[in-house]
């Protein structure tokens, strides 16, 4: 499994993402617009703007605020327009990273951007360094006391999940990307309790850090996860689980 899947489920075994609810909240909220923005407000014909109110639901964030992001986005309210991005760099021992931001203010952006690489170790590379090692799929997670391993696998499986995992304290499934919805409500019809169901950039191969190639690199995931404009962090690192566990504390 990739390093940064490794890192989000310690966190949150450690509670670190609920010390950080507003801040999910806000980073939900821009998601939410720029679905509704670009593919509508009606979530049964736009999957992009579903997945975000999934995302929104299970982060316990209140109806009203989903229903105020969606009329912004459609311009029934108004709001900040805000612009997609993909920033590639590398981080510690070439490991590569993979950075979607949604700003309205994309040259201030990438000059923090930048600054958040060169202070941590890496450097921010040219468009195309590094997206084609990632490969965009659906991901979902269930806890592992919501569902038995063996009948959600072959749920997941019979639904058309692609893979199935249960190393890393939580059950992951991975579908393509375009299957995610799909399977996502063929699981809820089945009483699961899903806990994540998101679109992902899945690395295709991982770069191994220990000592302090480990530590700056989890120093620059964070300080790139904390940007209030980055929306998400995908990177190739594969470090040990008790590094992990050890940075996190």
Not at 16 to 29: N, P, T
Not at 63 to 90: C, F, H, M, S, V
Not at 182 to 193: M, Q, S, T, W, Y
Request: proline share 2%.
């Amino acid at each position: 499994m990739s390093g940064h899947s490794k890192w989000a489920s310690i966190k949150r075994k450690k509670g670190k993402l609920d010390a950080q609810r507003g801040k999910a909240f806000s980073k939900l909220i821009k998601e939410i617009t720029v679905a509704a923005r670009t593919g509508g407000g009606d979530p049964d014909g736009n999957p992009r703007l579903r997945v975000a109110i999934a995302a929104a639901k299970a982060a316990n964030m209140p109806q009203d605020n989903i229903k105020r992001a969606i009329l912004k986005g459609t311009g029934e309210l108004p709001g900040t327009q805000y612009e997609e991005a993909y920033y590639e760099g590398y981080g510690p021992g070439g490991v590569a990273v993979l950075v979607m931001v949604l700003t309205d203010n994309k040259n201030r952006t990438v000059a923090e951007i930048r600054h958040i690489f060169v202070k941590n170790a890496g450097n921010l590379g040219e468009a195309g360094c590094v997206g084609w090692m990632f490969e965009k799929k659906g991901y979902i997670t269930v806890d592992f006391d919501k569902a038995k391993e063996e009948e959600l696998m072959d749920l997941a499986i019979d639904a058309g999940a692609t893979d199935f995992s249960s190393d890393s304290g939580i059950y992951e499934i991975y579908t393509d990307y375009v299957d995610l919805d799909k399977i996502r409500n063929a699981l809820e019809k089945k009483g699961v309790e899903i806990s994540t169901a998101e679109i992902t950039q899945i690395p295709q191969s991982t770069v191994k850090l220990e000592g302090k190639a480990a530590e700056q690199m989890i120093r620059l995931f964070e300080a790139l996860e904390e940007h209030d404009d980055v929306q998400k962090v995908y990177a190739n690192f594969d470090i040990d689980d008790k590094i992990l566990e050890e940075l996190s504390a």
